[in-house]
C-alpha cells in the first residue's frame, strides 16, 4: 500500500487529529531523540486499536506500539509504517483494593491513586516515569518492588487484533521480560490487587523513594533512565563508574556523572551519539571485567543513511 491509502484507512478507523503523518519521534521519547515517524497514532477506544492492529497484521504494514517513551533510543532515520501510543487511553480507577488502569496511564499516576485510597503495595512505582503497558511488557520495578508483586490480570491486544484476557501466571514474568513483549501483545488494561494500608506510613514511603531517586538520579537531563540491565553478581552502573567512564560519551551525549547507570543527552544528542556512547560502556566495561553489558533500554528505527 502507498502512504496515502495508508492515511486514508486510518482516517477511517480514527478522528483525523489523532493521525499525525511525518511525526518526529523526539517530541514523544524521554531522551528527546529520534527522527520521524511516518505514522503516529493516538487511537481512544480498544476498537479502534484492534481495527488499527489488523489493519497492519493484514496489510504487512510495519508497526510499533510506544509507551511514553522512556525506556527508548529511536535512531535519526525515524520509524517506518505506523506508530500507535495509548496516551489517550489513560484511565485509572478504584475498584475495592484494586486499581484499574488503562495501557496508557502513568504508573506513577496508579501509585498516587492507590496512595489516595490508603492502598498498600504500589509504592516502589512512584517514581518510574513509564506507561502502565510498558510496565507491563518489562515487568517493571525498583527498590525492591516490581509489578509482578502485585498484578492480577491484563487484558491485551495481539499483533492479530484480538483481545484477551492474561492471568498473573500467564503473562510469564521475569526480571525485566513477560510473555507481552516476547509475543507482542498490546496491554490495554491492566487490574493490580493491593491491601490496606495506612495512608500516612504510605506517604512517607513514597516521599521516601522519591528522595532517594531526585537524589541519585540525573532527572535535570533527558535520559532513556537505566541503559543496562543488572548483570548476575554485579551492579552495572559500579561497573561503569569503575572503568571511568562517568562524564565520558560521544557528541552530546555522557555518562551522568550523578549515577553511572544512566546516560545523559546533555547538549543537543543525536541518537547516533547515545547509541555509540552506549557502545563505548559497553565495549569498556568488557574490557575490564569481562562482563558482557546487556541493554535494558530498547533501540529501534533506522538509521539516516539507511
Known amino acids: 500500500m502507498t502512504n496515502n491509502e495508508i492515511y486514508e484507512e486510518l482516517l477511517s478507523i480514527c478522528e483525523k487529529e489523532n493521525v499525525l503523518k511525518d511525526e518526529p519521534m523526539k517530541n514523544h521519547t524521554l531522551t528527546k531523540l529520534g527522527g520521524k515517524a511516518d505514522f503516529f497514532v493516538t487511537p481512544v477506544s480498544y476498537d479502534q486499536m484492534s481495527r488499527i492492529v489488523a489493519f497492519t497484521y493484514n496489510n504487512k504494514i510495519p508497526f510499533m506500539l510506544l509507551g511514553n517513551g522512556s525506556n527508548m533510543v529511536v535512531r535519526d532515520g525515524g520509524i517506518r509504517g505506523i506508530v500507535v501510543q495509548f496516551s489517550k487511553l489513560n484511565g485509572l480507577k478504584r475498584e475495592g483494593n484494586t486499581i484499574v488502569a488503562q495501557g496508557g496511564a502513568n504508573i506513577i499516576d496508579a501509585s498516587r491513586l492507590a496512595l489516595k485510597h490508603s492502598l498498600t503495595g504500589f509504592e516502589f512505582a512512584c517514581g518510574i516515569p513509564g506507561s502502565i503497558g510498558g510496565a ?13 508483586d502485585i498484578i492480577n490480570h491484563v487484558i491485551v491486544i495481539t499483533k492479530e487484533g484480538k483481545q484477551l484476557k492474561l492471568s ?14 516476547k509475543k507482542g501483545h498490546m496491554v490495554v488494561e491492566a487490574v493490580f490487587t493491593l491491601e490496606n494500608g495506612d495512608e500516612k506510613k504510605i506517604k512517607e514511603k513514597m516521599d521516601d523513594l522519591t528522595f532517594q ?21 554485579y ?13 565520558k560519551g560521544v557528541g552530546g551525549a555522557e555518562v551522568s556523572t550523578k549515577h553511572a547507570g544512566f546516560i545523559i543527552n546533555k547538549s543537543n ?3 547516533t551519539d547515545y547509541i555509540s556512547t552506549i557502545e563505548m560502556v559497553k565495549t569498556k566495561v568488557k574490557e575490564n571485567f569481562g562482563v558482557d553489558l546487556e541493554l535494558e533500554v530498547k533501540i529501534v528505527g533506522e538509521d539516516l543513511n539507511e
Open 269 to 271: 544528542a543525536t541518537a
Open 235 to 247: 551492579f552495572a552502573g559500579k561497573l561503569i563508574q569503575d572503568s571511568g567512564l562517568q562524564g
Open 168 to 181: 498473573k501466571e500467564e503473562l510469564e514474568l521475569n526480571y525485566r521480560s513477560s510473555i507481552i513483549g
Open 136 to 148: 507491563m511488557a518489562m515487568n517493571a520495578g525498583a527498590y525492591g518492588g516490581e509489578v509482578k
Open 213 to 233: 531517586r531526585e537524589s541519585k538520579q540525573p532527572l535535570e537531563y533527558p535520559s532513556a533512565g537505566s541503559v543496562f540491565k543488572r548483570p548476575p553478581g
